[in-house]
């Protein structure tokens, strides 16, 4: 999962991304003004955008409106300073799904994302199961049968972001430009070294789950 | 404390005095009546004695003496109490006498003398009159013939009516009271209805509803009109401040969160997970650096709510006189480090010593404040202009900066509290937006002003003025 983060505030921008990178495994972008932030969510296939109100250059609001008039999909979780009504009504009205009132908790800033992720890929559990295996979101941990499967980092990425759309084509592109952020350097092959990872830890004789369709992508199914 | 009522104390008031009044009415009235009685008792006396000494005529011999005719003595004044009468002649030789007559002394001198006596346990009055001349008067009768009359009344008449009379009027005073009292109460509750009304009033004032509605009664009282405006002005005075407190705290509230916010962001990120000593002490130092920018944001705050505190003239200082220069020097010098670091040049050009009587630590102060704002705003390589001068009354100070100059739309707005023109740059700098406010705010406390003035691209001027000390 990739999420954008337009804060001006650089140091609880860092931290919001240290921790999503740290506790949701996500890649995150930083940006650090309004118009630095469309820029990137119009240009980058997000899963979620976090956006401070009081930012320069173009302010939270105007983003929002201008995102949602441009039909961007992502879901948006509002930073905000301010928690009166009339603000939060107005806010989920120009098409907010969440907000969060500052100081928060990081605690719950990332589970709000995960549901939030969640709900804008058409999931509504925690743990997202696919035949017999079980992936937790919340604590990062995939069981098969029961019993934990140990996985590395990068092959529980794929596996949960495949996960989220089950049933569905995923190409290579799209995994690499949900999987890493913006300044990673990008080479396909690498998935196929964690397709294959998990084919090995997951699929026991018969049984596909990762199928590849050649020359369109992987597709996660029973 | 202990409490009182007006209308009690009007009551009271009204009550004793018409009580006063009414006894003061009494014995006026007894007391001239009783006198008027007296007067006409006396009258009385006076015709009876003159009508026993008529009774007195001469007898119709050759030397005639004097005669009394006994038998047309009038009745008593009063029926079962016999009047006492005495005729002497000039020689003191008694013509006539009542029945009865006590030893009686009266003053022998005058021509008429009243007294007053007990006698057969009766109150008399009587009266002696001398030098009456007889009035059978013919000729060949001696002409010196003059009589000495004594006649006296018992006064329990004149007593009885003034008894009954003090009677008629302590009951007329009763009645009267009995009237005037309630009517007087009734008045008085009635007139300070208004007073209770405003009251009522008055307490349904809150903080959330500063509108006093003191009913057309009490606005149609003379009395109460005065102090309903001054409750009404004072309200609004209240509400102003009220609210700019609230505003205040609000603000502040607000802006606290975000350095909070980081703060907090950074333990919980801290805590996400095991680290390494060096990421813990990393991660404290980053605590400590988030910490100063609160403590910089809590003291920019109470040194605005100090200045408008002392603007508002609730706090008292000690002032010296100085030289307006002098702080402007100090406060260059607190600021080149930041300026060269930005490679940016301050002039300061100044003539003559300007004297003005203020705090030397506030002044500076507001100078860093502008020159701060000039230093962020002026491109590097450029400079920052400082001009001390002054006109007849006050001393002024002027800093140019040659940045991008501020909106026009945007020059009212830049000394409101927590205002940032492009939050970007002043959070690179780690200003709150209050550096201003708290500029303005003292110099208004010193009672003068501070005009910014900006051109797009030639960059903005704030010229302060301050009043000289003559």
């Known amino acids: ?222 | 404390m202990r409490t009182h009522s007006i209308a009690q104390r009007l009551i009271a008031a009204v009550v004793v005095s018409q009580l006063l009044l009414a006894i003061g009415l009494f014995f006026v009235t007894v007391y001239f009546t009783h006198r008027q009685l007296l007067a006409a008792f006396d009258t009385e006396l006076e015709g009876r004695a003159m009508s026993i000494a008529a009774l007195v005529h001469y007898s119709e011999e050759e030397h005639p003496t004097l005669e009394f005719q006994q038998d047309m003595v009038p009745p008593s004044l009063e029926r079962g109490h016999a009047d006492l009468y005495q005729v002497f002649d000039q020689n003191g030789k008694a013509i006539a006498q009542s029945n009865k007559w006590p030893s009686l002394s009266l003053p022998p001198a005058a021509r008429a003398a009243y007294a007053n006596f007990e006698w057969n346990g009766e109150s008399y009055r009587a009266l002696r009159l001398k030098s009456v001349p007889v009035l059978d008067r013919e000729a060949g009768t001696p002409a010196s013939d003059f009589l000495t009359v004594t006649y006296a009344s018992p006064t329990s008449p004149v007593i009885r009516t003034v008894a009954r009379l003090r009677l008629y009027i302590a009951g007329g005073c009763v009645l009267l009271l009995c009237v005037t009292v309630p009517l007087a109460i009734w008045g008085l509750r009635r007139g300070l209805r208004p007073l209770e009304d405003l009251a009522a009033n008055a307490a349904l004032i809150s903080t959330s509803n500063w509108e006093l509605n003191p009913g057309a009664e009490a606005m149609a009282t003379r009395e109460l009109l005065s102090l309903t405006q001054a409750m009404t002005s004072m309200l609004q005075g209240l509400h102003r401040a009220f609210t700019q407190q609230r505003e205040f705290l609000a603000n502040a509230a607000h802006e606290l969160k975000t350095p909070v916010a980081i703060l907090k962001s950074t333990v919980q990120s801290l805590l996400q997970r095991p680290r390494s000593s060096e990421e813990y002490r990393a991660g404290l130092e980053q605590c400590l650096e988030d910490m100063a920018r609160l403590e910089k944001l809590l003291h920019s705050m109470l040194r605005l709510a100090r200045a408008e505190q002392w603007a508002a003239g609730s706090l008292q200082r000690d002032l010296a006189d100085i030289d307006l220069r002098s702080t402007c020097d100090a406060a260059v010098d607190s600021i080149r480090p930041l300026a060269h670091q930005r490679g940016v040049q301050i002039e300061v050009s100044s003539n003559g010593p300007i004297p003005v009587r203020a705090d030397p630590e506030d002044l500076e102060l507001v100078w860093i404040n502008l020159l701060e704002n000039a230093v962020r705003f002026t491109p590097p390589s450029s400079s920052v202009r400082v001009l001390v001068g002054s006109d007849p009354q006050h001393g002024v100070v002027e800093i140019a900066d040659s940045g991008p100059g501020i909106p026009e739309h945007e020059l009212p707005l830049i000394f409101e509290r927590f205002h940032r023109g492009d939050a970007s740059r002043a959070r690179d700098t780690g200003g709150y937006g209050l550096g201003l406010s708290i500029a303005k705010a003292v110099i208004e406390a010193y009672g003068g002003t501070i005009i910014p003035k900006s051109e797009a691209g030639v960059g903005t001027r704030m010229i302060v003025s301050i009043p000289k000390q003559s």
Request: hydrophobic residues 40%.
């Open chain 1, 1 to 222: 999962m990739r999420v954008l983060i337009v804060e001006d505030e650089r140091r609880l921008a860092e931290n919001v991304a240290r921790s999503l990178r740290e506790g949701a495994g996500y890649a995150v972008d930083c940006c650090f003004n309004g118009e630095d932030g469309l820029y990137m969510a119009e240009n980058n296939p997000y899963d979620l955008l976090i956006l401070d109100l009081m930012i320069p250059k173009l302010d939270g609001r105007t983003l929002l409106t201008r995102l949602r008039s441009q039909a961007a999909r992502f879901p948006v979780l509002i930073l905000t300073a301010r928690d009166e009504k009339e603000s939060v009504v107005a806010l989920l009205n120009a098409g907010a799904d969440d907000y969060l009132c500052k100081p928060f908790d990081l605690g719950e800033l990332m589970a709000r994302s995960k549901a939030l992720i969640r709900r804008g890929k058409g999931q509504t559990a925690a743990v997202l199961k696919v035949a017999d295996i079980e992936i937790s979101t919340a604590d990062l941990t995939v069981r098969r049968g029961g019993k934990p499967v140990p996985l590395t980092a990068m092959e529980y990425r794929v596996l949960e972001y495949l996960a989220h759309r089950p049933g569905a084509v995923v190409s290579k592109t799209e995994l690499l430009e949900h999987l890493y952020d913006f300044n990673w350097e990008r080479f396909s092959n690498v998935i196929e070294v964690y397709i294959s990872g998990l084919r090995r830890k997951l699929e026991h004789g018969d049984t596909k789950l990762i199928h590849t369709l050649r020359g369109q992508g992987y597709m996660l199914r029973a």
